[in-house]
Nanobody, 115 residues
Framework: QVQLVESGGGLMQPGQSARLSCVVSGTVFTVYTMAWYRQAAGQQREMVATVRGDGTTNYADSVKERFTISRENTKKTVYLEMNSLKPEDTAVYYC?????????WGQGTQVTVSS
């Protein structure tokens, strides 16, 4: 079955950087759009960034110039490089695959930005 496993969350201080990883198994990887979403406490899940199979990227306005999404097809892995972290970036971050059958989700990884 298709599985997405995130890693790399934790407690960071404002201004620090962090990198999230998401490893996909159980399906081909290259052709599908991958995305990172986040959900803060009491709020709806929101798109953070997407990367298509051809490498085209898209970002939420709130993270442009600070976050970078990338993919490594040989490792079936998608990354989210987060720089200049802010307290408002605190959320559970989810990896998602826009598969032809449905959207698959990872279990999420907590990112907390606090001094």
């Amino acid at each position: 079955q298709v599985q997405l496993v995130e890693s790399g969350g934790g407690l960071m201080q404002p201004g620090q950087s962090a990198r999230l990883s998401c490893v996909v198994s159980g399906t081909v990887f290259t052709v599908y759009t991958m995305a990172w979403y986040r959900q803060a406490a009491g709020q709806q899940r929101e798109m953070v960034a997407t990367v298509r199979g051809d490498g085209t990227t898209n970002y939420a306005d709130s993270v442009k110039e600070r976050f970078t999404i990338s993919r490594e097809n040989t490792k079936k892995t998608v990354y989210l490089e987060m720089n200049s972290l802010k307290p408002e970036d605190t959320a559970v971050y989810y990896c998602a695959m826009d598969h032809i059958v449905k959207t698959y989700w990872g279990q999420g990884t907590q990112v907390t930005v606090s001094s």
